[in-house]
């Protein structure tokens, strides 16, 4: 069974970075690709990046240029670079793996564990 385990969030003013991490276990970053999604207090859960097995990677539009996404085969990890943080991204994110396409929808994953707070104050 896989298991991702993010960490790294934290408060941080409004312009200010992040760098989030994703450990995976019981399966290899090399054979799946990962995605990075946030859910904002009364909002729904939103994919905000992705990575295929294949290495393509997939923004959404509202941090298209802001955030980046990687994989460390060495680590078995994944990784969001958050640059230029603004209030509207705070929320909590989640990491998951998945085998195919560029991300797949919310509602394909079941357990999300306990995700990692990111707060941006003004």
């Known amino acids: 069974q896989v298991r991702l385990v993010a960490s790294g969030g934290g408060l941080v003013q409004a312009g200010g970075s992040l760098r989030l991490s994703c450990v995976v276990s019981?399966?290899?970053?090399?054979?799946?690709?990962i995605g990075w999604y946030r859910q904002a207090p009364g909002k729904q859960r939103e994919l905000l990046a992705a990575?295929?097995?294949?290495?393509?990677?997939n923004y959404a539009h509202s941090v298209k240029g802001r955030f980046t996404i990687s994989k460390d085969t060495s680590r078995n990890s994944a990784y969001l670079q958050m640059e230029s943080l603004i209030p509207d991204d705070t929320a909590i994110y989640y990491c998951?793996?998945?085998?195919?396409?560029?991300?797949?929808?919310?509602?394909?994953?079941?357990?999300w564990g306990q995700g990692t707070q990111v707060t941006v104050s003004l």
């Open positions: 990575v295929s097995p294949g290495g393509s990677k």
């Open positions: 019981g399966s290899t970053v090399r054979i799946k690709g």
């Open positions: 998951q793996a998945f085998d195919a396409g560029l991300g797949p929808h919310p509602d394909e994953f079941d357990d």
